[in-house]
């Protein structure tokens, strides 16, 4: 069924081989603490999204030091989205609701870098990622990007890029990662992993592609139990609903089903030679916020760089896939094209 799949197993690690951007370590050359461990102000940019409120409840509650390692968010700048209605309308009442719980709002990303040592970049708008990021690698700030990381692959791959440049420690991920029966899969639960299927809502937003709005929590679920190695995408669409099915390095099959109508809920399946198992509920925030203070705490980022871009390509392949009408479409495309307009920003 797929005969040249050893051939392409080596040319996307050719690929992810040649973006040039250091990824082959999980542990870059500055995993250290890059502040005294009793300088724990974090700041938040962008409070169009009301993972900035619920991130500083956690932070900022009495009994965070117990796992939160005594972070505690200080500052907020507000402009995140500029177009995006519904993110856009948000920002009055966040505002709001941060003063009432301590956080000084600031007038710039500038200010609010003076005023902080660690980021949380929660603008909704992944268009404006790498702008955003740009300043906080500069000001050597350790920093996490909430979901999208980006709105195009390209971009995605530049903030890597940056994050090296400027030695700067980074990570972006789904809370959804972070669900206990992921984590238990992970840990061995079922043994090998063959196979998994995934759901989330994947509701549309037209300033970015299909799924990186919101299906990038079902696709990271399919990741953080299947891990690296998809090779190619087919997308199967309608207006309701659609899935995708990815085809790993070594034939094994992970699908996500995404939803736009009727109830909607994060989770799936995963299949293992020593059994299968559901792979929610979903938790809620603060496993994520644990990892984030804990990459606060070591520089070190939890997640491979090239997993989270390979999560990046796999939906932007599906996009690919859907323009032509359901035709499979390799990873190592979608790369290497990516790679090549991240090459012309100048960082």
Avoid at 100 to 125: A, H, Q
Avoid at 248 to 271: N, V
Avoid at 277 to 296: M, N, Q
């Amino acid at each position: 069924m797929y005969p040249d799949i050893k051939r392409r197993k080596f040319l996307t690690k050719t690929a992810l081989a040649g973006m040039g951007i250091g990824l082959a370590s999980q542990a870059p050359s500055w995993s250290v603490p890059l502040f005294k461990q009793d300088s724990k102000r974090v700041g938040i940019i962008g409070l169009d999204t009301s993972h900035s409120v619920a991130f500083t409840k956690a932070f900022n509650d009495e009994d965070a030091e117990k796992d939160l390692r005594g972070y505690k968010v200080v500052a907020a700048y507000p402009q995140g989205s500029r177009d995006i209605k519904s993110s856009v309308d948000r920002i009055p009442g966040y505002i709001d609701e941060m003063k009432k719980l301590g956080v000084r709002v600031v007038g710039s990303i500038s200010e609010l870098l003076d005023s902080c040592d660690y980021v949380l970049l929660e603008t909704n708008d992944g268009r404006l990622h790498l702008e955003q990021g740009l300043e906080v690698f500069r000001a050597g700030k350790p920093v996490f990007i909430d979901k999208p990381i980006a709105a195009s692959l390209s971009h995605a791959i530049a903030l890597f890029k940056a994050s090296e440049k400027y030695k700067v420690p980074m990570f972006s991920s789904s809370s959804l990662r972070y669900m206990e029966n992921v984590v238990a899969v992970n840990n061995g639960k079922i043994g090998k992993v063959m196979g998994a299927d995934t759901f989330s809502p994947a509701t549309l937003e037209p300033t970015h592609p299909d799924l990186f709005w919101y299906g990038v929590h079902g696709v990271e679920t399919l990741f953080a139990v299947m891990g690296k190695g998809c090779q190619e995408v087919k997308r199967f669409y309608a207006e309701d609903m659609e899935v995708v099915v990815g085809t790993w390095d070594d034939q094994r099959i992970g699908t996500f089903r995404g939803s736009r109508e009727g109830k909607h809920g994060y989770g799936g399946t995963a299949f293992g030679t020593d059994g299968m198992t559901d792979l929610g509920p979903y938790g809620g925030y603060r496993p994520l916020l644990v990892e984030i203070a804990k990459f606060f705490d070591s520089g070190k980022a939890p997640i491979d760089p090239k997993e989270t871009l390979e999560i990046f390509a796999f939906m932007e392949a599906a996009d690919e896939s859907k323009r032509k009408k359901g035709q499979s479409i390799s990873l190592h495309s979608v790369m290497q094209k990516a790679e090549k307009e991240a090459g012309k920003i100048d960082l």
